[in-house]
């Protein structure tokens, strides 16, 4: 089908997806390990299923000989993971003359090094277990289409190549359209990222260690040796602890203070195989654009389009899906939009990750966080770096990556400090504005929006049979005020990222408890009454 007879957005309205489909989602098995139900000791406890926990705990098996616990509050592999677009690739963006003017040839080199080990990982681990995860080598590009931007992508490709990849300035790629210029390195990868993770899940398994889901881990107790508990009352007693929770459910080092959450939309449609672009490329012209594909049988593939940046809590998101859906049916020849979804990600304010020791004091407690897109090879990479750790050793990249430098902190103090006034915008501005409703009965079936109720401001989801259902409108985390995602059908906090189901569960950290319950007598805030005995404190955890 030719790009100028693709259907318009409107009219494929009828046949629109649901944006909780993730491809990697629906086409790769189910778990259902159970829950914690005793107190158990072993080596090392993991806090979370995602990439960088489950890599963790697999290496720290298989290569450090420990015994290990997954603990994960949903299902593993669900989360971020579930949804990203599964680029497993050392070229993350405009990065590395970045890197060579902040830390120096030799930091990019080590960036490089290590990013491109962790894609060297992935294809020797699919190998050696038989994972069919679906790992596929091909280039990665940055491209732009800026005609002023050539002498950046000059610059980056050769910081890229001088840092140890194989990188060059090319002007030709296999999109179809032109680009101004763009930075191409070889022997990058895509995979399925769920098949790849399952496969680990059930080699670690397979050794005799366990995975608990729906496990939800709400304190740890750092001592010799360490111990967590979890929202079911159990203790789980390990020398060390790595959290692998995406935004660290326990911040004693303050990383929320170094990063920023962002979202993502993920779109995705089948196209012929013969129309496939033969590569990964990203650019950040104006909206933010990622395109891959994956394999999908009978002649075609699955085109899988990235974009629309925003803040959690802060875009209208439907119109943004609405967006980058007509882009990709205007640049490719797909057929109908099969999925929509979206990812979200933390930047961290220097550009690179935060893997190693939790905090200055840490002696047994480590953190894995601020992946900042690339959460693929990142995960991967922190696997292999804290079982060095935890096992005494450390690798050349080890100070690049460690949340302890401070030293990189201060250098980036402009962009820590934008960050935590846009939090504090929020935190405060969000209070002073007037609710987007005046009651509750104000709400359309189907949508949310924050109401007045008693004094007290309220997160009140109307469902498409006219139920209400309403929760405290301030986030669990450190209290700012949630605002409705209609596109998702979720309340997001836009100060650090975490999110609600409209019944008021945690779908996302860095919040680890739910948002309290309110009562609503009638449909009007006029005859509504809060029930909640309890305050809308912050969570100290």
């Not at 189910?30 to 806090?47: F, G, N, Q």
């Not at 980056?156 to 140890?164: D, M, R, W």
């Not at 995602?485 to 008021?504: L, T």
Request: charged letters at 25%; aromatic letters at 6%; glycine letters at 10%.
């Amino acid at each position: 089908m030719s790009n100028s007879h693709s259907p318009r957005v409107n009219d494929r309205a009828h046949s629109r997806p649901r944006t909780t489909d993730s491809h990697w989602m629906r086409t790769s098995d189910t778990t259902s390990y159970r829950p914690l139900t005793a107190d158990l000791e072993v080596d090392v406890a993991v806090v979370g299923g995602g990439i960088a926990g489950l890599c963790t705990a697999w290496e720290l098996t298989r290569e450090g000989g420990r015994s290990v616990v997954v603990l994960e509050a949903d299902r593993i592999a669900a989360g971020v993971t579930g949804f990203t677009t599964a680029k497993v690739t050392a070229q993350h963006g405009m990065v590395y003359d970045r890197l060579r003017r902040t830390r120096g040839v030799e930091g990019a080199r080590l960036y490089a090094r290590s990013q491109q080990a962790a894609v060297e990982r992935v294809a020797e681990v699919a190998s050696v277990l038989d994972i069919d995860c679906e790992f596929e080598r091909g280039p990665s590009y940055v491209y732009s289409r800026d005609m002023a931007e050539r002498p950046a992508l000059r610059s980056e490709a050769e910081a890229a190549a001088e840092a140890g990849l194989d990188a060059a300035y090319v002007e030709d790629t296999g999109l179809p359209f032109p680009v101004a210029g763009a930075v191409r390195v070889a022997e990058q990868a895509r995979f399925h990222p769920r098949k790849y993770l399952l496969g680990l899940a059930r080699d670690l398994t397979a050794y005799g260690n366990t995975i608990h889901e729906r496990t939800r881990v709400t304190g740890l107790h750092e001592g010799t040796p360490c111990r967590l508990t979890t929202e079911g009352g159990f203790t789980v007693t390990a020398r060390d602890v790595v959290v692998a929770t995406h935004f660290p459910v326990f911040d004693r080092a303050l990383l929320f203070a170094r990063m920023s959450p962002r979202r993502e939309l993920v779109v995705a449609a089948p196209l012929p195989a013969d129309r496939d672009p033969d590569g990964m490329y990203i650019t950040e012209d104006g909206a933010k654009r990622s395109v891959r594909t994956a394999p999908l049988g009978d002649g075609r593939r699955l085109l899988i389009v990235t974009g629309e940046t925003f803040t959690p809590g802060t875009a209208d998101v439907p119109e943004r899906f609405e967006r980058l859906d007509e882009w990709m049916h205007t640049h490719f020849a797909v057929e109908e939009t099969r999925y929509r979804w979206a990812a979200q990600d933390n930047d961290p304010s220097d550009r690179v990750p935060l893997i190693g020791p939790f905090h200055p004091a840490a002696r047994h407690t480590y953190v894995a966080t601020g992946f900042g897109g690339w959460g693929m090879s990142g995960g991967v990479l922190a696997g292999r770096l804290l079982t060095d750790l935890i096992c005494a050793m450390k690798p050349p990249w080890a100070d690049l990556y460690d949340p302890r430098r401070l030293w990189s902190t201060l250098r980036e103090a402009p962009t820590l400090l934008s960050q935590q006034a846009e939090v504090g915008k929020h935190f405060v501005g969000d209070r002073l504005r007037t609710t987007h409703v005046d009651s509750a009965s104000d709400i359309a079936p189907g949508s949310g929006a924050v109401v007045r109720l008693n004094g007290q401001r309220c997160a009140v989801y109307r469902d498409d049979d006219g139920g209400c259902h309403a929760v405290s409108a301030r986030c669990t985390h450190l209290g700012c005020l949630v605002a409705f995602n209609e596109a998702e059908r979720s309340w997001d906090c836009p100060c650090h990222g975490s999110r609600y189901g409209v019944d008021g569960s945690v779908l996302q950290g860095p919040a680890v408890r739910p948002l309290e319950q309110r009562h609503i007598v009638g449909s009007d805030s006029s005859d509504s009454s809060d029930s909640s005995a309890g305050s809308d404190s912050p969570d100290e955890a």
